[in-house]
């Protein structure tokens, strides 16, 4: 039985969750105690040792991510339920945590609360995941996202990406120190994960950081740098060369 703490600062959200998994989960959930802020949830925690947080990202005195930093070991799941807008959103896919959208809907919920039973995440694995969340959330400016192989997880610095191609559902990304790094994500999911101020998107299937363009050939190719050339398609051309060398 996973232990489940509310943290939200909104009661009647907190009784829908409440209900929520005491209707479709109780057989693998107990929902353990609730919280209403930053500062009742780090007191639960500590006193309650939850497994699963059902987490709101605003509120009256901080955020999630202020409550997370401030705990001195996460050790458990979040599912963060936020009524915030596409930058939190944003964030939290940058981090590959859970995320429900206020007004609840009840699939994305359950989708949620499933996977977070099925899934069992290294502690050390979820740090890593807040800290890229948090630093999506306030805007640093040297921002990095995770990308999850088989058998890695990879914090990479956008920065650091020289350019995406994708296979169906997968892409591969290729950085400057030289890795190619294959996840189970199709190029318009990562579109949603980097910066539209830095990545263009210049083929079906690529995706370009238009910091590193070094030239563009009128074969209909970009000359990155470490030499690689990237195409440009057709339709995409005139787009393309706006974004890059306007």
């Known amino acids: 039985m996973i232990k489940a703490l509310i943290i939200d600062d909104e009661p ?10 005491t ?10 105690g609730e919280a209403s802020g930053v500062s009742q ?3 639960a925690i500590a006193t309650l040792n939850p497994e699963l947080l059902f987490l709101d990202i605003n509120m009256e005195d901080g955020t999630g991510f202020d409550l997370l930093e401030k705990t001195p070991s996460v050790s458990f799941d979040i599912i963060f339920i936020t009524g915030y807008d596409q930058h939190a959103i944003k964030a939290i896919k940058a981090g590959a945590l ?26 050390d694995q979820i740090e890593k995941l807040l800290e890229i969340s948090g630093e999506y959330f306030r805007g640093v400016e040297k921002k990095r996202i995770i990308l999850k192989t088989t058998d890695t997880v990879y914090a990479v610095y956008e920065e650091d990406i020289l350019y995406c191609r994708s296979e169906g559902n997968y892409t591969t990304f290729y950085t400057l120190k030289g890795e190619t790094i294959m996840v189970s994500k199709s190029l318009k999911q990562v579109e949603e994960i980097v910066s539209e101020t830095t990545f263009v998107r210049c083929h079906q299937s690529y995706m370009v950081n ?16 470490r030499d690689f050339k990237v195409p440009v398609s057709s339709r ?9 060398f306007a």
């Open 210 to 225: 238009k910091k590193h363009v070094l030239r563009y050939n009128k074969n209909g190719t970009l000359v990155v740098k």
């Open 236 to 244: 995409r051309k005139d787009y393309t060369l706006a974004r890059i």
């Open 12 to 21: 009647l959200f907190r009784n829908a969750i409440q209900e929520k998994v």
């Open 98 to 123: 859970d995320y429900v959208l206020k007004p609840i809907d009840d699939f994305e919920f359950d989708e949620a609360v499933r996977k977070a039973i099925d899934t069992h995440k290294k502690e």
């Open 23 to 32: 209707q479709r989960f109780a057989h693998a959930i107990e929902i353990v």
């Open 41 to 43: 949830g780090l007191e």
